[in-house]
């Protein structure tokens, strides 16, 4: 394959998404990230180059993919001026795969297109394990053009992917999926947080629940680990705080009233501010267990 990728933004994500296009035979020629340890050695690994400026991300690719971490972050690298994707990029496409508030995504295209480029929003509604395997559940926002023009790349990274609409309405979904699996990943904690102080065999009452009308996906993926306190990260409890506000954001915009949604907020931004945002999300077990909240935090690393 002919088409030189570019990557900005190589973290959990985006370095398995820029492995798997190496190995399905694209050319990945530029990394960029502010950590640039973290490009240098997955630049290294893949033989391609670790970039010091956006510009020459854009410069050394056809198709350039970002995963960075929230709406401040995104006009950073495309809109705030001096350095930025947009120097050069005539004919280029750009690829946004974070999760972010749909205003943004609305607002890139609109640069891009005074730039001469094309972009699409692709949210990702997946893991680690699926970016590297390349079984990501893709949603896509754009131009019908863009979104065909992305398709062999998106292809070799998603098992399923599915176009939305126009800029923005993607992000919408994305933000509704995050929504209810945060607000089923807070409710799963609280049930599993009142079983253990009932004295319940938790084992016993996960098997209860997955027969019942108890169940969630939430359930087989994160109810072990909140037992057996496993919260090696695959989604952030920092990515959960922010998502979940982006939700809770476009429902007061609506007019409506979402408590779940604005409690699990809480709960997520909760963790952050006691240092455990970087544990995954069933970390907020931690919150809701007999005798773990009193040492959430300033005993992490001995009690986890």
Do not use: W
């Amino acid at each position: 394959m002919t088409t030189k990728i570019g990557f900005v933004g190589v973290g959990r994500m985006g370095a398995n998404m820029a492995r798997r296009l190496k190995d399905r035979g694209f050319a990945v020629t530029a990394i960029y990230d502010v950590y640039t340890e973290a490009s240098a050695s997955l630049a290294r690994e893949l033989g391609a180059k670790a970039v010091h400026t956006l510009a020459e991300v854009t410069a050394a690719s056809d198709v350039i993919i970002t995963v960075v971490t929230d709406d401040a972050a995104m006009r950073q690298i495309y809109m705030d001026g001096g350095d930025s994707l947009f120097e050069g990029a005539m004919g280029k496409l750009f690829i946004n795969c974070a999760t972010l508030s749909p205003g943004i995504h609305r607002d890139i295209e609109v640069a891009a297109r005074l730039a001469g480029a094309a972009t699409l929003e692709a949210c990702m509604a997946s893991s680690i394990p699926q970016a590297r395997e390349g079984s990501l559940y893709l949603m896509c926002g754009g131009t019908p053009e863009a979104f065909e023009r992305a398709k062999p790349v998106l292809a070799e990274l998603g098992s399923t992917v599915r176009f939305i609409g126009a800029a923005g309405e993607a992000a919408k979904v994305k933000a509704l999926v995050n929504m209810v699996m945060n607000i089923n990943t807070a409710a799963l904690a609280e049930g599993l947080g009142l079983g253990a102080a009932l004295g319940l065999d938790l084992t016993m009452l996960r098997e209860v629940f997955s027969q019942t009308g108890a169940n969630s996906r939430v359930l087989a993926t994160d109810g072990e680990d909140m037992q057996k306190r496993d919260h090696d990260c695959y989604f952030s409890a920092s990515h959960a705080a922010k998502d979940s506000g982006i939700a809770a954001a476009l429902g007061r915009e609506q007019g409506l009233t979402l408590p779940l949604a604005e409690a699990t907020t809480k709960q997520f931004e909760k963790m952050v501010a006691l240092g455990l945002g970087e544990l995954d999300k069933s970390g907020i077990a931690e919150l809701t267990f007999p005798g773990r909240q009193s040492i959430a935090g300033t005993e992490r690393a001995t009690a986890l």
